[in-house]
């Protein structure tokens, strides 16, 4: 299976500051935290668990207002220094330029 779609974002709507303050807080939190995309065809579900690790539930969906299909997977990552990986990850990528 192939799933394909475009994301925009303004400036990457604060994904890489989303990730990043889930870095900077290891030692944990309550519930969920969320991210999505300007136009909402990626979302981002964080949720702390026993053991220091942060589960990621990425969701690609189908563009408003037909909304026909949706795809979730979870991804699971180290609290703190790993977390502070991804967030730089995702920061580069966002602010390269683009060739």
């Known amino acids: 299976m192939s799933i394909e779609t475009l994301v925009r974002t303004w400036d990457g709507d604060g994904l890489d500051a989303f990730l990043s303050s889930l870095a900077e807080d290891f030692r944990g939190w309550e519930g969920?935290?969320?991210?999505?995309s300007l136009e909402l065809n990626l979302t981002i579900s964080a949720e702390h668990r026993?053991?220091?690790y942060?589960?990621?539930?990425?969701?690609?969906?189908?563009r408003p207002p037909s909304e026909e299909w949706h795809f979730e997977?979870?991804?699971v990552h180290a609290a703190g220094e790993e977390m502070r990986i991804l967030a730089a990850e995702f920061h580069t990528f966002l602010t390269s330029a683009v060739e």
Do not use: C, K, Q
């Open 32 to 36: 969920a935290r969320a991210w999505r």
């Open 50 to 52: 026993p053991g220091g």
């Open 54 to 62: 942060v589960h990621l539930t990425w969701g690609i969906h189908d």
């Open 73 to 75: 997977t979870t991804t």
